[in-house]
């Protein structure tokens, strides 16, 4: 099934594919009424984004204006990668480099390149150059084993000898090992310890720690003569946010600090997060929560705010992150829900429980899922494989392996079951069924049944589906706006307009076959 990349980080490889001389390709030009407002012959077109048309006849690619005529030929012969802003071409197995405004940056001669925002590292050989968008400047950088852009922007080389920075102001310095950690710093380990290096390739943190670990975003854990250190590094300065003499470790991606060696404070990635006494364990539940156990049996849940959602309560072994003031929570092997202040509401004597959406939870009981009230009582019956939570009224069920949807009164939404059915990030859902693909709108209305190779909305009351290899356009009541006859459709949103490519077979007039056997004479 097809799917919608993000606009601006798209990747992705085309390849050309030879019609022969018998047929070309031309599109029919609609505006969003579906008006024919112009045709276009004999050629193919692409969108690299929502303003970047591309042509690659006669694998001779031209960026095209919005009325889809060429304005810049671009030399290579096929398109390799668009990471905005850089167009990566290929020609015979090497590539080149284009800004997406046109301009040409490296030929297409080189075994590799590497992208980051406003820079470009090529490869020839063992020689590597580089491109830097502000000083509009290409320089060979030298021979090196091999070289990638950090992430901080700087190049890091290999040697034999080690690592370089050929963009620092000591290109020829060796460093023992280099690692791109953060979008401020790099990490750097030698015989003196480790340290952080920016941009400029300047040391931040001198290398003298004894360790150093990248936690998430610009925070690290480091140590250092018995000393316990958390680091906000940014470009320009690194600083200690936390230091101790305590003992802290990472354990299960959680940050605790031991005084006297009794568990005391649960840590966050710049300094105290929970500090209290008593503590025996804590377990993350996902990124933004923590079981906290406690040595006299209590268990609350803690968020990554150092809010307690549910205080640390007696009879619980554990405690899952909720909603509507409910949580779902386990004693004895089962499950029930809790308040805000531990007490249980409704009862644990469920195999597994979920989170309250819309007043109803599904819950487990018997070996199936059915939904109960916000006060425990059974609304749907357990009779389901799975239950999803509800969404605008509907939820997803599973039986016997296949799916249908059903609204808060358990009613079942479609007249037979699919083997799949998912919500899309437009509050759609997406069924299929034996490899086809269909849509059913936010309300629970089917558009379309699973018949279609693949289904992607395209704004309100345009879908673009896909059968037997060929593609149409349908509305939100199934209706047919264009018929599923094309090669392939086009939405180019910024120019308002959506091309329908198909294939016709050029009509040879008698002249033009007495000017061939011409030729042949």
Avoid: C
């Avoid at 290929?90 to 820079?119: C, V």
């Avoid at 003298?208 to 670990?213: A, E, F, G, P, S």
């Amino acid at each position: 099934m097809s799917t919608v990349t993000g606009k601006w980080a798209l990747a992705f490889s085309l390849l050309i594919a030879s019609l022969g001389s018998a047929f070309a390709q031309m599109y029919e030009v609609y505006n969003p009424q579906l008006e024919l407002i112009q045709k276009i012959n004999n050629d193919h077109i692409f969108l690299l984004s929502e303003s970047i048309r591309v042509s690659d006849k006669d694998q001779h690619l031209k960026l095209l204006n919005p009325n889809y005529e060429p304005f810049l030929e671009l030399e290579g012969s096929s398109i390799y990668q668009y990471l905005s802003p850089w167009i990566l071409v290929e020609q015979d197995g090497k590539l080149g480099a284009y800004h997406e405004y046109g301009e040409l940056i490296m030929k297409p001669d080189y075994d590799h390149i590497d992208t980051r925002y406003n820079e470009l590292l090529g490869k020839k050989g063992n020689t590597f150059y580089h491109y830097d968008i502000g000083s509009k400047t290409l320089q060979a950088l030298g021979s090196f084993q091999e070289a990638h852009i950090a992430k901080n922007g700087q190049i890091i080389a290999k040697t034999p000898a080690g690592y370089q920075l050929p963009l620092s102001d000591s290109p020829q310095q060796v460093y023992q090992h280099l690692e791109s950690v953060s979008n401020g710093t790099i990490l750097s380990h030698g015989s003196s310890g480790y340290g952080l290096i920016n941009r400029e390739g300047e040391y931040i943190l001198a290398p003298v720690l004894d360790t150093l670990q990248h936690l998430e975003d610009e925070f690290f854990f480091g140590y250092n003569e018995n000393q316990y250190m958390l680091i906000k590094a940014t470009e320009d300065d690194a600083k200690i946010e936390y230091s101790s003499y305590h003992k802290i470790i990472v354990k299960n991606d959680v940050i605790l600090e031991y005084i006297h060696g009794r568990l005391r404070r649960i840590m966050k990635n710049d300094g105290i997060l929970l500090d209290i006494m008593g503590m025996a364990d804590v377990v993350r539940i996902d990124a933004d929560h923590y079981n906290v156990y406690f040595k006299n049996g209590k268990v609350g849940l803690l968020d990554s705010k150092g809010i307690w959602q549910v205080v640390p309560a007696d009879s619980i072994t554990a405690i899952q992150p909720g909603n509507e003031e409910r949580f779902g929570a386990l004693q004895d092997r089962h499950y029930g829900y809790v308040n805000r202040a531990g007490k249980w509401i409704i009862p644990h004597q469920y195999e597994g429980t979920k989170k309250f959406s819309e007043g109803l939870a599904a819950v487990k009981d018997h070996g199936a899922w059915g939904y109960i009230d916000s006060h425990g009582s059974m609304i749907i019956p357990a009779q389901y494989d799975d239950a999803s939570e509800f969404h605008n009224g509907l939820a997803i069920v599973k039986k016997d392996g296949n799916a249908n949807l059903i609204d808060r009164s358990g009613k079942e939404i479609l007249k037979e079951y699919y083997q799949h059915i998912a919500l899309s990030d437009d509050h759609y859902y997406i069924t299929e069924n034996n490899g086809s693909f269909g849509m059913i709108d936010p309300t629970g209305k089917e558009i379309v049944t699973p018949t279609f190779q693949s289904v992607r909305r395209e704004g309100y009351d345009k879908i673009i589906v896909q059968k037997n290899g060929r593609f149409g356009i349908i509305n939100e009541t199934g209706e047919a706006l264009l018929p599923v006859y094309y090669q392939d459709i086009i939405i180019d949103n910024s120019n308002q307009k959506i091309l329908a490519e198909d294939i016709y077979k050029p009509i040879i007039t008698e002249d033009d076959s007495k000017k061939k056997r011409k030729k042949k004479d």
